[in-house]
Every structure is written in structure tokens, then in C-alpha cells.
């Protein structure tokens, strides 16, 4: 009985350890929150060329403690969305997703910010899922005194 035991116990330990590998993403988001919806048309305009514009950008920040900040500044979801956020890394390619509510009548602009966990200096491609769909990517030169801005073109 012991035998047929430590053999099923093998055999359980080895599927588990099957189970992972080294391709798997691994999560990388430390931290996640966003505004409310912005009700003043003037927190979503900028002056461009000496235009003034609907902006939407990211603003990226190396911090301290080797993690990475980024904001996506007036990102549109629907009204009174909770957005949530997640951030994976595989190889060199970080994944960020913002999901907010679809199905609402009326869009907002939102300010989203997320706190990545520690990176390597290296170049990374980040790429910027909402609501499941692919919506940009950037690529960051990650290092120590990285700030930077990315904006979104129409």
C-alpha cells in the first residue's frame, strides 16, 4: 500500500511540476488605480503646434526601486467604469491591459496609473490592450533615469 502511495505522490509532484515552464508570462503590476471620469473638457486638451487638442499620452517614469511608473493619461472608457489593470512580462515584452465598462451609453476620459515591479536595463516593447483589443505599443530603453512621454496619434 505504501508503494502504490509514494507512486501516485510521484506521479502527482511530476504533472505539477509540468505545469510551468519558462514561457509562461509573469505578472509584473505592483500597483493599479485610476481617477474618476473627467467632467472638464479642459483636463483632456493641450496645446499642440499652438492648436488645441484632445491629448492622449503616456508618461513613463524609471523609480527607485527599479520598477517602472507609467501613466496613461486621459485614456476613454465608459462612464463610471472601475477600470482594471493588469501588466505581464515575457522576454522582453511587457503586456498592460486596461478593461472598463462597455456597455455604458456615454465615454469618459479617465487618467490610469500603474506601478510595474522591478525591470533590468534593457530595451522593452510595451504592448496596450483595452477592453481586449490591441491598442498600441511603444518601446522604452528602461534604465535608471528613464522619464519619457509617448502620445497617441489619431
Keep these: 500500500m505504501k508503494k502504490i502511495i509514494y507512486f501516485l505522490a510521484l506521479i ?10 519558462d514561457d509562461e508570462k509573469n505578472s509584473i503590476l505592483v500597483s493599479s488605480e485610476a481617477t474618476d471620469c473627467k467632467d472638464n473638457p ?3 486638451l493641450n496645446t499642440i503646434n499652438g492648436e488645441l487638442v484632445y491629448d492622449e499620452y503616456f508618461k513613463y517614469e524609471a523609480t527607485t526601486d527599479g520598477g517602472l511608473l507609467i501613466q496613461h493619461i486621459n485614456t476613454q472608457h465608459g462612464c463610471d467604469s472601475k ?12 503586456t498592460i491591459t486596461e478593461n472598463g465598462n ?8 479617465y487618467d490610469v496609473s500603474m506601478k510595474i515591479g522591478k525591470l533590468k ?3 522593452y516593447k510595451i504592448v496596450v490592450y483595452k477592453n481586449s483589443k490591441e491598442y498600441t505599443t511603444l518601446t522604452i530603453d528602461y534604465s535608471s ?3 519619457g ?6
Excluded at 502527482?12 to 515552464?21: K, L, R
Excluded at 477600470?83 to 511587457?94: E, G, L, Q, R
Excluded at 462597455?102 to 476620459?109: L, M, S
Excluded at 512621454?149 to 489619431?154: G, L, P, R
Design 12 to 21: 502527482i509532484v511530476t504533472a505539477m511540476s509540468g505545469c510551468s515552464s
Design 42 to 44: 479642459a483636463l483632456m
Design 83 to 94: 477600470i482594471a489593470t493588469t501588466a505581464f512580462i515575457k522576454d522582453n515584452v511587457i
Design 102 to 109: 462597455q456597455d455604458a451609453n456615454c465615454v469618459c476620459c
Design 121 to 123: 536595463d534593457r530595451q
Design 145 to 147: 533615469t528613464l522619464k
Design 149 to 154: 512621454e509617448y502620445h497617441i496619434t489619431d
